[in-house]
T-cell receptor
Framework: KAGVTQTPRYLIKTRGQQVTLSCSPI?????VSWYQQTPGQGLQFLFEYFSETQRNKGNFPGRFSGRQFSNSRSEMNVSTLELGDSALYLCASSLAVGGDPSPFTYEQYFGPGTRLTVT | QQQVKQSPQSLIVQKGGISIINCAYE??????FPWYQQFPGKGPALLIA?????SEKKEGRFTISFNKSAKQFSLHIMDSQPGDSATYFCAASKGRDTGRRALTFGSGTRLQVQP
């Protein structure tokens, strides 16, 4: 079974521009979460999507947004890019079967990430 | 506010030795504690995870020890190998239901296993 895929893998943008990153979860997985990884702040939660609805959001400004499609694929968008947005953006998917207590349903599996550089 | 504190920041171990990484958490609502391994240029890979109703879980050379009263958990890597050289992250989340799965990560431990 293919893992989580993220596109593009690398991206260079200029301050003030906007960017859209894409994530395809593991086949059959219905929940997608996004994380930002930087040397200074480490790994930080951005948001979680399930059934095309944002279920949870981390402490990031409104410039960071996302959405999920009916096939569970997800995109995140960052508008008005700032230098501090340079980071590795990671997508994680989980099975998310409602009401099922089995651990494997909520284990999160990460993709390789998109390396965003803002100049 | 850092809710999961991880130590040490870096660790050097000889091949065949035991690597031990410790984490402490503050939020008693956390009830799922995974460990991730990350190689340069890769995303974090799930290694092993534990729920607070057990004190220890072992998978191959990797063992999690969990102390609920002390709000601490640790990763032990037995018979450490050079291929284990990577950055390890502990994490915690509040539940298994959607909307509660946000992982709070520790700051990471860079492990180097010398041959």
């Amino acid at each position: 079974k293919a893992g989580v895929t993220q596109t593009p893998r690398y991206l260079i943008k200029t301050r003030g521009q906007q960017v859209t990153l894409s994530c395809s979860p593991i086949s059959g997985h219905r929940s997608v979460s996004w994380y930002q990884q930087t040397p200074g702040q480490g790994l930080q939660f951005l948001f979680e999507y399930f059934s095309e609805t944002q279920r949870n959001k981390g402490n990031f400004p409104g410039r960071f947004s996302g959405r999920q499609f009916s096939n569970s694929r997800s995109e995140m968008n960052v508008s008005t890019l700032e230098l501090g947005d340079s980071a590795l953006y990671l997508c994680a998917s989980s099975l998310a079967v409602g009401g099922d207590p089995s651990p494997f349903t909520y284990e999160q599996y990460f993709g390789p990430g998109t390396r965003l550089t803002v100049t | 506010q850092q809710q999961v504190k991880q130590s040490p920041q870096s660790l050097i171990v000889q091949k065949g030795g035991i690597s031990i990484i410790n984490c402490a958490y503050e939020n008693t609502a956390f009830d799922y504690f995974p460990w991730y391994q990350q190689f340069p240029g890769k995303g974090p890979a799930l290694l092993i995870a534990i729920r607070p109703d057990v004190s220890e879980k072992k998978e191959g050379r990797f063992t999690i020890s969990f102390n609920k009263s002390a709000k601490q958990f640790s990763l032990h890597i037995m018979d450490s190998q050079p291929g284990d050289s990577a950055t390890y992250f502990c994490a915690a989340s509040k539940g298994r239901d959607t909307g509660r799965r946000a992982l709070t990560f520790g700051s990471g431990t860079r492990l180097q296993v010398q041959p």
